[in-house]
Every structure is written in C-alpha cells, then in structure tokens.
C-alpha cells in the first residue's frame, strides 16, 4: 500500500500528563482520497482522537504522520496548509459576511502582506457549493445547514489533503445530511468523520473505525464491522442488520437496549 494521507500508530492521549490514558494504542490509517468514519458511544473518544488526528491533541505516545511527516515535528501552520477542521461551533459573530467566513479558509497560506488572496478561488468554491447567492449576507443569519454548507466552502478553499469532520450531520435535517455528504465526497478528499447516525456512515464511508472506552475495537468495511454483535457490545443495543434494499452496504434497525 502507498502512504497514507494519515497514519496513526501506537497512540495513547491523557489530558493531564501522566495521568491514565482516555485514548490507549490507537492505529488508524486513512488512504489517499478515502472516506473512514469514526463510531463509538457517547464518551468513547471520538472527539479526542480527531483532536490528536489534527494536531489539537498531543499524544503521550506513539505518532502521527500526515504524508509521511510527524505532524508533531512540523509547525502548527504546516499543519492547517495540510489538514482541515469542521466541527459543530460556528465562529463568534463578528459581522461577518458569509464571504469572510470561507476567506477565512485561506489564512494558512497568506504571507504578512497578502490581502484577501485568491479570490478566484473562494468566489469558485462559492459557486460550487450555491453560496454565491448569499455570499455577502451576515453568517450569522443563515440556517444551521447553510452555515455547514459555509463551513465546507471555508474548509475547501484551505485545499487540504486531509479533512476532518466532528459530527458533520448533526442538526441537519435530512436533505442536507445527504447534500454534504454527498459533496464531501465528490471532493475527492481524504476524510475522517465520526458520526452517530450509523446509517449515515454506513451509506458513504469507505472503511469504519469502532471506538469503545477510548480503544479501536473493530475496524473495516461497514458490511465487516456493522454486525448485530458488534452493536450489542459496544453501544449495547439489540440492531437488526440486513442488507439496504437498495444498495450494497448494511442497514441497521435499532430494536431495543441489549
Ligand atoms: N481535556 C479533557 N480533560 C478531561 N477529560 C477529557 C478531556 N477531553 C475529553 N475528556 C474525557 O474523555 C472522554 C471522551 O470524550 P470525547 O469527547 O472524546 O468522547 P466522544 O466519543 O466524542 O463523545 P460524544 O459522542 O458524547 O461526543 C470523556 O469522558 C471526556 O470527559
């Protein structure tokens, strides 16, 4: 296998040093332009995994590499020229223009003195995701999914390699937990997202992590890892699993606590 746009090994994190370990002998590898999401339980660890998969987290041991590189060995701007952040909080309404917002994508490419660079680019990304209509409107007066919709375009215009999502469907209603679902992956990016909806992960990831009590505890397609006794075990809840009626991948019915 060639590199992996990211590659994790041997990690544990505590959030006090020395302290007991919330993550333990975490390995997770995402391929160039692959779609892994991440599931487990509430408190399992899936924010503070993403938060060491992108530099916010520093491991008390084992690496993170990004292309090859130790991500701690390299800057934390080198870093955000490489990888992009969603997750659920908006930036703070400082009367900023939906415009602003996603130019803020580019800051980890600007040198001292460039202005409002590239602006090609973000007028493009805006086009391409139906902002452009909106672009000079307050953010702050959009809906929960158009400010996701604003929050891709902010991530996209970064051209990372990597993108990392926390929850990206949460308080979307189900046409735009689709719609960017569907454009996360026409971006052709690397992605790592962790989700609730298991159908949802289910429908448009390549390959699945399963986290309980801060440890990888399956991994795989979600036809191998979406068993009924992986469900029991680790979110403890009776599942039906068959297969979408249609198309290929596992579907889940929730029956009742285990
Ligand atoms: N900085 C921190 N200091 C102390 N404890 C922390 C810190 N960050 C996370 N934790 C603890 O680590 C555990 C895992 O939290 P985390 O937010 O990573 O879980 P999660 O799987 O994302 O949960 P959820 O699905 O509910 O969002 C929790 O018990 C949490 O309280």
Redesign the pocket.
């Known amino acids: 296998m060639s590199c992996p746009t990211l590659h994790i090994q041997g990690l544990h994190w505590s959030?006090?040093s020395g302290g007991q370990p919330?993550?333990e002998g975490i390995d997770l590898r995402i391929g160039a332009g692959e779609f892994v999401g991440l599931i487990?339980?509430?408190?399992?660890?899936?924010?503070?995994?993403?938060?060491c998969a992108y530099r916010f987290?520093r491991p008390c041991a084992g690496q993170v590499h990004l292309d090859g590189e130790d991500i701690w060995q390299r800057n934390p701007r080198w870093v955000a020229q490489r990888i992009a952040v969603m997750l659920q909080e908006f930036p703070e309404d400082f009367g900023l223009s939906v415009r602003d917002v996603v130019a803020m994508g580019r800051t980890p490419h600007l040198g001292w003195f460039d202005g409002d660079g590239d602006a090609s680019l973000i007028d493009d990304t805006l086009a391409r995701l139906d902002l452009l209509p909106r672009a000079l409107d307050a953010f702050i007066c959009l809906s929960g999914g158009e400010k996701q919709r604003v929050l891709l375009a902010r991530a996209l215009v970064q051209q990372p390699r990597l993108l990392i999502l926390?929850?990206p469907t949460n308080h979307l209603d189900p046409r735009f937990q689709l719609a960017l679902l569907q454009q996360l992956r026409s971006t052709g990016l690397s992605l790592l997202a962790?989700f609730?909806d298991l159908n949802l992960a289910a429908a448009f990831c390549d390959r699945l992590y399963v986290?309980d009590a801060?440890r990888i505890v399956a991994h795989g397609t979600p036809g191998q890892v979406l068993t009924e006794q992986c469900l029991a075990e680790v979110f403890g809840v009776q599942a039906l699993v068959d297969r979408h009626p249609l198309a290929s991948h596992p579907r889940v019915t929730w029956i009742s606590p285990a």
Request: overall charge neutral.
């Open positions: 959030p006090h919330l993550l487990g339980p509430n408190g399992s660890g899936k924010t503070s995994l993403l938060r987290n926390d929850e962790s609730h986290i801060g």
